[in-house]
């Protein structure tokens, strides 16, 4: 089947610094991605959905100024957290979808110390 | 966009077949249904997706009613690799589907 990879999948920063996730199709083209946040033991939570060309669209609630998106290609949207701090640390996963189906990445986690 | 409703929890021993039913009473002519395992600290994993009646691979059966407003996952011979949260999505195009509120899932867990 398709597949979504993310990078890094796990990545450490300090607070107040910037961190990039990455999120890939690697054998189809995705006009748009979406990117989700998800708390231990919780399920996904829409963050932001990134149109290729345009400004991403987010959702109620999350500061675009803080989580930057980018949907450079056709293959590939990242998501920058700015001025990081402790509570952003969280699971993100983004996906990608062909024809019928949505595909998800593997995940990154992002511990903000 | 068609709001899904699954079980919480569901438990079962290794060899048993476990069946997952989701609720999609207002799913749109066009909407397909699709599964996905979630393991902790991994994305969603497709696992099936049918738009009616069975849908049938290597891993699991998808059994879809004539009316679509439900339908049922089946995972054969469950093993102890089985153990995660399963989820029920329906939707239309791809381009779309991010739109989607997860539910819960549901989480399987399988003993020994």
């Known amino acids: 089947g398709a597949v979504v990879s993310q990078h890094p999948s796990w990545v450490i920063c300090k607070s107040g610094t910037s961190v990039k996730i990455e999120c890939r199709s690697l054998?189809?083209?995705?006009?748009?991605m979406f990117w989700y946040r998800q708390f231990p033991k919780q399920s996904l939570m829409l963050m932001a959905t990134?149109?290729?060309?345009?400004?991403?669209?987010?959702e109620q609630g999350v500061e675009k100024d803080k989580f930057l998106i980018n949907h450079a290609s056709l293959t590939l949207s990242t998501l920058t957290v700015t001025s990081a701090h402790p509570e952003d640390s969280s699971f993100y996963i983004c996906?990608?979808?062909?024809?019928?189906?949505?595909?998800f990445g593997e995940g990154s986690w992002l511990t903000v110390v | 966009l068609a709001k899904t409703t699954q079980p919480i929890s569901m438990d079962s021993y290794e060899g048993q077949e476990v069946n997952i039913t989701c609720s999609h009473n207002?799913?749109?002519?066009?909407?397909?249904i699709t599964w996905y395992q979630q393991f902790p600290s991994q994305g969603p994993r497709f696992i099936i997706q049918?738009?009616?009646t069975k849908v049938t691979n290597e891993v699991a059966s998808l059994f879809i009613p004539a009316d679509r407003k439900s339908s049922t996952l089946s995972l054969p011979r469950v093993s102890l690799s089985d153990t995660a949260v399963y989820y029920c999505?329906?939707?239309?195009?791809?381009?779309?589907?991010?739109?989607?509120?997860f539910g819960a899932g549901t989480q399987v867990v399988v003993t020994p």
């Open positions: 999505l329906v939707g239309d195009k791809a381009d779309s589907w991010g739109k989607l509120q």
């Open positions: 054998d189809f083209q995705a006009t748009t």
């Open positions: 990134s149109n290729e060309g345009s400004k991403a669209t987010y």
């Open positions: 996906s990608a979808g062909t024809g019928h189906t949505i595909y």
């Open positions: 207002n799913i749109a002519t066009n909407d397909y």
């Open positions: 049918g738009y009616k």
